[in-house]
């Protein structure tokens, strides 16, 4: 097909318009503070699994990491077979009614029913995750090079907008129920917040048939390909990096950073309510205006490290990052003006590592080489980094009933990520012609 078509690639934007509604709504907002009230109210405090006994926070978090963890293992063999069909489109498709089915069942989830909830979230998560793949494929079979980065960054914008724009609405059913016929929410109704999960997965799926129905069905053929090579890009990657010391000293900074970086997004809003024991609407605007800062971070980090490099950047963002720790650890309950307070300052540094560690990885990863196979490693890391991270944490909470000794355990990977990164001489991250 002919690149650069202007319908198709608006089409292409709008899944980020259309998918970014659940990372925010239910991944970092309103599901974690569902979950954590009414099972609570139910009196599952403690969750029978497979007949052991788990804390229902670390139950929450071991979801999560076993949903990335089958997704590192499911995408590379069905991209390898999606390649060799030229069917993107078909798994694209079936992610989105997974993930978007997934999430619109949660509205049946009452709190009680915990298993039926967590397997829906399970499902949606990994639906989430599964499509990103084969929609990130198509960048280069609908655009040539020169277009790359503005519509990465257009993609970004209207994912950006869309899940504000949902996530406010979210937060009028919990505050303004009766503007929309609702019941106040209470332990004895969760209505508001089960529309929620509803409007998140009716949302992605209705904005997802614009790309799915302008998007090519049949896109380029590798005769070469098999279910395997998902893996042996991966293994012939790795075994490049190997060979590269700067580019090896950062991914492992960054393996081990991640795993912080990610575990917060993820759990921030379960923190808050368990250990804070926060307000439902404190914790959404906190959220949103993590959102809000972190765009303004992510510039003032660009500006800093073409001032003073990317490895001074991110030391000092990770920094950052372990005296929020610290302080996260010592906040008082019930006392959401602290708690906004340290939102304004993770804001700040979760934009700012995140766009500094791409941009780095792009500076350090070679010219001749294949970027799609790197960056297809790049996101690979990442995401067993929120496997171990996310598992890491729900370990600590549930030996010791506390996560507040979780926090600890991320300010760790932060100071290690932080050592890991000093042996990486600056001059070797240079930007290439």
Same mark, same amino acid.
């Given at each position: ?8 690639l ?10 970014s ?7 970092? /907002? ?5 979950y ?9 405090e403690t ?11 670390a139950v ?12 590192v *293992?499911l995408?590379? #063999? ?11 489109k ?17 509205f ?15 499902l949606?998560?990994?639906?989430? $995750? ?6 990130n ?6 655009? &040539? ?7 990465? $960054? ?13 996530? #406010? ?9 009766n503007?929309?016929? *609702?019941?106040?929410?209470? /332990? ?10 509803? &409007? ?5 799926f209705? %904005?997802?048939? %614009? ?56 759990? $921030?809003?379960?923190?808050g ?22 765009? $303004? ?5 660009? %500006? ?15 920094? #950052?990052?372990?005296?929020?720790c610290?302080l ?21 540094v ?36 929120i496997?171990i991270? &996310? ?38 991250i240079?930007?290439?012609?």
């Amino acid at each position: 097909m002919q690149k650069n078509d202007k319908s198709v690639l608006t089409a292409w934007t709008m899944y980020d318009w259309a998918n970014s509604v659940y990372s925010l709504s239910i991944s970092s /907002a309103i599901f974690p503070l569902f979950y954590e009230i009414y099972t609570k109210r139910y009196g599952h405090e403690t969750m029978e699994i497979f007949g052991m006994s788990f804390k229902n926070t670390a139950v929450y978090s071991y979801t999560l990491s076993f949903a990335f963890l089958l997704n590192v *293992l499911l995408v590379p #063999i069905l991209s390898g077979i999606a390649d060799a069909k030229g069917n993107k489109k078909s798994f694209m498709r079936f992610f989105i009614l997974l993930g978007s089915m997934g999430c619109s069942s949660m509205f049946w989830f009452s709190g009680d029913n915990y298993v039926f909830g967590l397997t829906c979230f399970l499902l949606a998560t990994i639906g989430f $995750a599964g499509s990103l793949v084969f929609y990130n494929a198509y960048l280069p079979e609908i655009a &040539t090079p020169d277009r790359f980065d503005q519509l990465s $960054a257009r993609g970004f914008t209207m994912g950006y907008i869309g899940s504000v724009i949902l996530l #406010i609405v979210n937060l009028l059913f919990l505050q303004k129920s009766n503007w929309f016929g *609702l019941p106040e929410p209470s /332990a004895d109704n969760s209505l508001a917040f089960r529309v929620g999960f509803l &409007t998140v997965g009716i949302w992605w799926f209705l %904005w997802s048939l %614009w790309p799915m129905f302008k998007l090519p069905g049949k896109t380029n053929i590798h005769k070469d390909s098999s279910i395997w090579k998902g893996f042996k890009e991966l293994k012939n990657v790795f075994n490049e990096v190997k060979t590269m010391k700067p580019l090896l000293i950062f991914l492992a900074s960054f393996f081990v950073y991640t795993m912080g970086v990610q575990t917060v997004i993820y759990v $921030a809003a379960l923190f808050g309510k368990n250990e804070l024991q926060l307000e439902s609407s404190d914790m959404i605007i906190t959220i949103l205006l993590i959102q809000l800062i972190g765009i $303004a971070g992510a510039y003032f980090f660009a %500006w800093l490290a073409d001032k003073k490099g990317n490895k001074f950047g991110i030391i000092l963002a990770l920094s #950052i990052w372990a005296l929020s720790c610290v302080l996260a650890y010592f906040l008082e309950p019930r006392q959401p003006n602290q708690f906004f307070g340290l939102a304004c300052l993770i804001g700040t540094v979760m934009g700012g590592v995140q766009s500094l560690s791409r941009a780095t990885y792009a500076k350090l990863i070679p010219g001749d080489k294949d970027n799609a196979s790197f960056f297809s490693f790049y996101e690979v890391t990442e995401k067993l980094a929120i496997v171990i991270g &996310t598992f890491v944490w729900a370990l600590v909470d549930d030996l010791t009933g506390s996560m507040r000794n979780s926090i600890m355990m991320l300010m760790a990977f932060f100071i290690i990520g932080i050592i890991i990164l000093s042996f990486l001489k600056s001059d070797k991250i240079k930007a290439k012609a």
